[in-house]
């Protein structure tokens, strides 16, 4: 480098010299400064300085474009605005309302709905929540492991650019963009939670943990389906949310009870701790109340008159067998919902004989895929 700086002084010097010794030419005025540039190689400088230039210019707007993207999204939904308001009021998600909401977003970042995981989202519950999801225009990922769910009960949203489905076990960390999570993710039944005890409990605790974490990490909403089962077999009948329950700690259905209770006491430390939010289902969810609602319908009925209706419903001909119940199965169990109807303005609107009928056409449907499940949307009311 030195050596060619040198060298370039030194031609310069006669050059200039043969220029003094002859008249002034008025078109060396343009010629000249090309010849220069040309031959001292300053456009390979000029060039290489609009390169720079540019580079530092884009890298500082895409710095920019960058700070909208996390800044703005979520104050555009005018849901998720009221929501801001409410969440600062008790601290949490303060972040988002302190940007800048006024700032300009490219049209083609623009989202109009939410970002929504669903995890469990192949299930009952959970594939009847995504139709309501998508159909109010939020965009959403369900993750699931089917063990129980099935692809074919969100296979209808294959194709919608709002729609995502990922194969995932929720016992392993997973990093999404979202605003809201809703943690489904369990074996429900007890065939199903008792197949693998320890995956149950595991699945309960290690899931709902990386879950929480990662709504934590986005600042997302969080929302725990619980169970009833969290209350065991009830010494207070029905049972309010404040109830601890009877729970055995130790026999074949603690991987799901005291899993769930483990989840939910997760759920409220991170609360507590960290500012994530917890709420009920979607009205929950849209909500300002913290802590657990029973969701369910109090309406009581005997497992023998549960059996009539079913024998009605699917067949007349079915027998109905009596047989020794299963260990720690709960003798009486009946949800007060009045903190939900209180809250929420939420009660069940349909009664077992006309829910039982919706409920056996949504199943054809999925399995036989025979007829419609009309009113299929209200199942989601029987968590
Ligand atoms: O480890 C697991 C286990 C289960 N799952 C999924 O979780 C979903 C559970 O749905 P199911 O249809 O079996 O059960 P439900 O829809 O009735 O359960 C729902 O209500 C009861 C709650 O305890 C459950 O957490 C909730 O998912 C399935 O799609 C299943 O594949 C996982 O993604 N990971």
Redesign the pocket.
Known sequence: MGSELIYRGHEAQPTLDAYSSKPPKPWLAVTRPIRYVLREKRLVFVLVGIAIATLVFSLLSAHHGNNNHYQIPDLRDSRFLSESTQLTHRGIHSGFVSFHPGGKMPLGLKRKGLRIVV????????SHLVDRLIARGDSVIV????????KE?VMHHFGNPNFELIRH???EPLLLEVDQIYH??????PV?YKFNPV?TIK?NVV?TLNMLGLAKRVGARFLL???SEVYGDPLQHPQVETYWGNVNPIGVRSCYDEG?RTAETLTMDYHRGANVEVEGLMRLMEGEHVGPFNLGNPGEFTMLELAQVVQETIDPNAKIEFRPNTEDDPHKRKPDITKAKDLLGWEPKVPLRKGLPLMVSDFRQRIFGDHKAEGASTATSL?
Do not use: E
């Open positions: 995890t469990g989202g192949a299930g009952f519950v959970g993750v699931d492991n089917f063990f129980t769910g099935r009960n076990d929720v016992v489904l993710a369990c074996p429900a039944s199903h995956k699945t899931g389906t619980s169970t769930k968590v």
